[in-house]
């Protein structure tokens, strides 16, 4: 698998991997994201999205960035909207990007945090099992999510 930083042209390969994950979510009950996903937005994240492909076809797409103001402390970063196309599910990749990530955060001698819906149970559990610390539950605008941290040091 290669991962590199995503180009203006990959916006519509973004938006079909996350239309498609955000549906394979929703027919879960699990309300991770919105569908459909707005190309404008992700073209404003140009810049901190990655892609990740294989065999020259992109199969997932994540995105990191400096931590702001946000339930923990600074300085870090923050992995954000991480998606694999619902075909290539289950065979590792995820793994495989939260290695990438912690390793890039490392690199610059930061924690790196990421979350989901708190009711995700599945994916609570998957990030605890990759090595990430469960932080704690937090009030969003009418929902609460569940955050988690990377050592710089781990």
């Known amino acids: 698998m290669e991962i590199r ?3 203006e042209d990959d916006i519509k390969d973004i938006v079909f991997i996350l239309d498609a994950a955000s549906l394979a979510l929703l027919n879960k009950g699990v309300n991770q994201w919105d569908y459909p996903w707005d190309e404008n937005h992700l073209m404003e ?19 990191i960035k400096d931590l702001k103001e946000w339930h923990v402390p600074g300085p870090g970063k923050y992995l954000f909207q991480i998606a694999i196309h619902p ?4 065979i ?6 939260l290695s990438w990530a912690c390793k890039q955060a490392r690199t610059f001698r930061e924690d790196l945090y ?7 149970e599945k994916l609570k559990n998957f990030y605890s099992g990759n090595g990430f610390e469960y932080v704690g539950d937090f009030p969003e605008e009418d929902y609460y999510i ?3 941290k990377s050592s710089r040091d781990g």
């Open 5 to 7: 930083i995503a180009r």
């Open 87 to 90: 075909d290539f599910q289950g």
């Open 92 to 97: 590792g990749y995820g793994a495989t990007f």
């Open 45 to 63: 994240q140009v810049g901190c999205l990655h892609v990740a492909s294989v065999d020259e076809k992109i199969i997932g797409t994540f995105g």
């Open 146 to 148: 569940s955050i988690f």
């Open 114 to 120: 990421l979350d989901c819906w708190a009711g995700n």
